[in-house]
Structure formats: structure tokens, C-alpha cells
């Protein structure tokens, strides 16, 4: 049987882990909060609070969908509410026949800069003190969401922040968000890495760099995405950009018609949710949010119709595990991941899960936690891929 579970690494223990690192999005967030539980971070996407669906017209605003997004997130418990900016009114494209997601004109810059800043400004006078970070783009990397400058997406990033400086500067901005595919271009032509030169050349005008974090082979799992992790912290790195780095959108597998359909079952759902934001806490990525609590697009949600998945109560369980927690470094060691913890009254605690087949592991004296939110004492357990937390008795 492996040991050694409760040793430290002797590495120094990190900042808390804070309850806004835990993000979701909720699809239903304009129609009601999420019922039983509290979000303490949700992202507006996806959620009928677009740019163009806010102003379909220029001037002409239909608040009543933002209005209640962000009131049922207040509702839900939510401190960190991030609004996406993106996503252009036909009417104020550059290109208003360019094909997008959303619509003809959807991926283009605006004719105007100042069409995109002025709604910066109305929503950050309506929602200030409520909306409490702005994102300046979804997926800036694909052309299903933005049409491809970066240099031109740069320089609106540092007008909008700006403008935020003058409307509401408590609020955060964050960059542009782009996906990962962690190869050698990665490092020198992806979008993300030129987006990041220009905005190091303007005096890094955000407050977080963002990525996407999906596997590119929607079959893998949360040890490709800590590969992705590595690749986008080497980009910053290199840079010279010394900024958070958040994950604004995370999943697995695939449900969208005409794909190949790849539905994670329950037990390795509730593993990957958990070792996603496990890896976050320990790698290096601040607030992750998952996507999503309720869509049914992607291959784990956190609800259906019979309520709170598998996945749902392994991310709440981790939440619970984690916040206020300090990390105190990770090793792997007899076919076991370790990492360690600081909790909040200074005890440690420690995660553990097989990196390959199940290893039994002594645990006298411990209490075991599992992610369906049980704890008890035993004097062996046999660790698998799903994550573990123990503690003294």
C-alpha cells in the first residue's frame, strides 16, 4: 500500500483560494437564479444579453433580459458577474454581411470604435457596482465569433479600458478570450500569443489574460487541458505579461447535432468537473467557469432534469473542499497524485488520485471524503482516478 499522504512537499503554501474562482454559466440566468445552490461566479453568454440583442438598433436598448440576468445572478449569490462585450449589432459592422454565429455582421469590428465604446458606456453606468468584470470578446480566435485582427482588437482592449477607467473603474476588464491547441505554433502564430504582443506594446490594458480551455479531441480529458494550461502560461511568459490568467470557458465531450456525440458517464463527469478545478487551484488559472450549469450542448452539465448531476455535487464538493484553502504543492509519487492544502485554520489537508490504474493506499487515522460530499474513516481505501480529500480523523 502507497503512504505518505499527509507529507508535505516543503513547498510554501499559495494564495487562498477564493469562492469567485469557481464559475459557471447558466443559460436559464435571465428566466430564474439556479434553485438550492449558491454561483458565486457566472459569466453572461449565451444567455440572450448580447451586444446585438441588447441594442438591436442603434440607441435603442432592450435592458429587460440584461436587467434580470444580472439580478438572478445577484439572487443566485454571484460577487463576480462578468458581462462578454462582444458579438456586433449588424447595424454598427464594419462588415455587416461578414457570416457569423450570430448572425451577418456578428464577427465584424464595428464601423465606428465609438459605437462599441458608447454601449461600454451604458451598460457600465447601469450596472455599476453589479457587473463586476467585462470581457472584451468570446473566442477572438475563431471566425465563427470575430473576424481575426489582433492588432485592431488590441488597441478597442485598451480604449475600453479606458473608457471603464472613467465609467466604472472598479470594474475588471479582461482580454479577448481564445482557444488552445497547445502545439509549437501556439507559441508563435496563434492569435492568442499576437493578441498578447499588441496589448504588452499598449502597457497590458487588462486586469486577466483569458483562454479557452476545451481539448481540441473532445474524447480526452483534464490532462490535456493542464497541458493547455502550460502552453498559454509559456505565451505570457515569453510576452513579458505578468496578468491573472482565467479560464472563461471549460468542458468535455459533445452533444451538438452533426458532431460526434461524446457524453462522459456520471462517475468520470464527476471526475473530470473535479480535477478541473483542482488543476486550476494548483497550476495556476484563477477562475475557471465551467460551460455550463444547464446548457445541454457540451458533454457534462451540472443539472438535468432530474436535478443536480454527478458532476453538479463533485463541483460543489470541490468548491466546499477548496475555498479559503491555500495550495501547498502537488507531487506525484507510487502511482498517486498528491496535492496539498492549507485550510483556512491552518490544518492540512490532501487530495489525492491514481495518475494510471486504481493503487490501494493506507489511511489510517484519516478521514476520507469523497465527491458525492460523504466523508468516513477507514484504514485502507483504493484510489482511482476520481479525486479523494483526506485529512486527520
Known amino acids: ?181 497547445p502545439g509549437k505554433l501556439f507559441q508563435t502564430e496563434s492569435f492568442f500569443v499576437r493578441y498578447a504582443r499588441a496589448l504588452h506594446e499598449l502597457g497590458d490594458p487588462v486586469d486577466a489574460m483569458t483562454v479557452h480551455l476545451y481539448p481540441v479531441d473532445t474524447r480526452k480529458g483534464p490532462d ?28 468535455y465531450g459533445d452533444r451538438r447535432p452533426g458532431l460526434p456525440q461524446v457524453v462522459p458517464d456520471s462517475q468520470t463527469a464527476a471526475t473530470y468537473t473535479a480535477r478541473t478545478y483542482l488543476d486550476s487551484a494548483t497550476l495556476g488559472v484563477a477562475r475557471t467557469y465551467w460551460y455550463g450549469w444547464d446548457l445541454g450542448v457540451l458533454g457534462i452539465d451540472m443539472t438535468d432534469a432530474a436535478g443536480v448531476t454527478s458532476a453538479g455535487r463533485a463541483f460543489l464538493t470541490v468548491r466546499d473542499w477548496l475555498v479559503d484553502a491555500r495550495p501547498a504543492g502537488c507531487a506525484n509519487g507510487d502511482g498517486i497524485r498528491r496535492c496539498h492544502f492549507t485550510d483556512a485554520d491552518g490544518s492540512p489537508f490532501t487530495v489525492v488520485w491514481a495518475t494510471g490504474p486504481a493503487v490501494d493506499l493506507a489511511t489510517e487515522g484519516l478521514e476520507v471524503c469523497r465527491l458525492d460530499d460523504s466523508c468516513a474513516t477507514s484504514s485502507a481505501i483504493t484510489v482511482d482516478a476520481a479525486p479523494v480529500l483526506l485529512r486527520e480523523a
Do not use: C
Open 1 to 181: 500500500m502507497a503512504a505518505g499522504a499527509l507529507i508535505f512537499t516543503g513547498v510554501g503554501p499559495g494564495q487562498t483560494i477564493p469562492a469567485v474562482a469557481f464559475g459557471q454559466h447558466v443559460a436559464g440566468i435571465a428566466q430564474a437564479p439556479p434553485e438550492g445552490v449558491t454561483i458565486n461566479a457566472i459569466r453572461l453568454w449565451d444567455t440572450g444579453t448580447r451586444w446585438d440583442q441588447i441594442e438591436p438598433a442603434q440607441g435603442q436598448y432592450n435592458w429587460a433580459p440584461l436587467d434580470a440576468a444580472v439580478a438572478n445572478a445577484q439572487a443566485a449569490g454571484a460577487t463576480d458577474i462578468m458581462y462578454v462585450l462582444g458579438s456586433t449589432p449588424q447595424w454598427a459592422a464594419r462588415n455587416p454581411n461578414l457570416s457569423g454565429l450570430y448572425g451577418d455582421g456578428s464577427t465584424s469590428l464595428p464601423a465606428d470604435v465609438e459605437y462599441y465604446l458608447e454601449f461600454v458606456r451604458q451598460v457600465a453606468k447601469r450596472y455599476q457596482g453589479k457587473i463586476t468584470s467585462y470581457q472584451m470578446w468570446n473566442e477572438a480566435n475563431t471566425r465563427s465569433f470575430y473576424e481575426g485582427d489582433w492588432v485592431a482588437m488590441a488597441q478597442l482592449t485598451k480604449r475600453t479600458h479606458d473608457t471603464l477607467q472613467v465609467v466604472d473603474p472598479n470594474a475588471q476588464l479582461v482580454a479577448a478570450s481564445s482557444t488552445v491547441i
Open 224 to 251: 490535456t487541458r493542464a497541458r493547455s494550461i502550460r502552453a498559454a502560461q509559456k505565451v505570457l511568459n515569453k510576452v513579458g505579461i505578468d496578468k491573472p490568467l482565467w479560464d472563461t470557458e471549460v468542458n
